[in-house]
């Protein structure tokens, strides 16, 4: 690779961090800060086509109900309180992370951001939890039908992001512990905007998988 050619591609990582970070970002100001947010979100975005397959594939085998075997009799989703514990700990997870970041790290009191952090974090612990629980015994297995396939692959997938995620909001937590975000709070902003992608996708799985098809149909 010549040396034009590297500046070229050097320019347009410049050209893509700054145009994708240009909006909703306060702490962006080196272009590893931009590069962060560029990657974080190419990741959200990706991911988000792959679970749209999963809502494909529901939408078309309910649809298709080939030899009624889409939600075969006595197939039933799993306890609902296990959807609604799951559900509501990720959002309340979200806003307690919002609120730690916006009175938090952008209000330069980082108390504040190291509890919102560890809060957040036990709180998505504990959805893993249930998400476990739920996926542990769910009441049937991939051979009953298409919403017992959709709901094992779709759930299953969900929960191995939700401890990935989980993980690193630990990490986040203990960074905030140790003062690491004094200088930079770029991390905390981009992890933020992921989170709540991931906060959006659990409550459009409980409404897919607890809600919908089951839902009185005329």
């Known amino acids: 690779m010549s040396t034009s050619d590297a500046g070229l591609i050097h320019t ?7 145009h994708v970070s240009s909006t909703g970002a306060r702490t962006v100001t080196t272009l590893d800060h931009r590069l962060t947010l560029l990657a974080v979100r190419m990741t959200y975005v990706s991911l988000s086509f792959f679970f749209a397959c999963f809502y494909f ?8 109900n080939q030899n009624n075997l889409w939600l075969p009799s006595g197939v039933d989703h799993p306890s609902s309180a296990y959807g609604v514990i799951e559900t509501a700990c990720i ?8 609120w730690a970041q916006w009175a938090g790290l952008y209000k330069r009191i980082f108390s504040r951001l190291t509890m919102g952090l560890w809060a957040a974090a036990g709180l998505c612990l504990l959805s893993v939890v249930v998400h476990v629980l739920e996926l542990h015994s769910p009441g049937f297995s991939l051979q009953a039908g298409g919403y017992a396939s959709v709901f094992i692959a779709t ?12 993980i690193l909001l630990f990490g986040f937590a203990n960074r905030a512990r140790l003062g ?18 991931l906060s959006a996708i659990a409550l459009i799985n409980f409404l897919a998988l607890y809600v919908q098809p089951f839902f009185p149909i005329a």
């Open 91 to 98: 959002l309340v997870a979200g806003l307690v992370y919002f």
């Open 57 to 64: 594939a529901q939408f078309y085998l309910q649809t298709l």
């Open 180 to 197: 690491l975000f004094k200088e930079s709070g770029v991390a905390v902003e981009a992890f933020g905007e992921y989170f709540g992608w």
């Open 12 to 18: 347009g990582l410049e050209s893509a961090a700054d």
């Open 155 to 166: 759930e299953g997938t969900f929960t191995i992001l939700l401890v990935i995620s989980t």
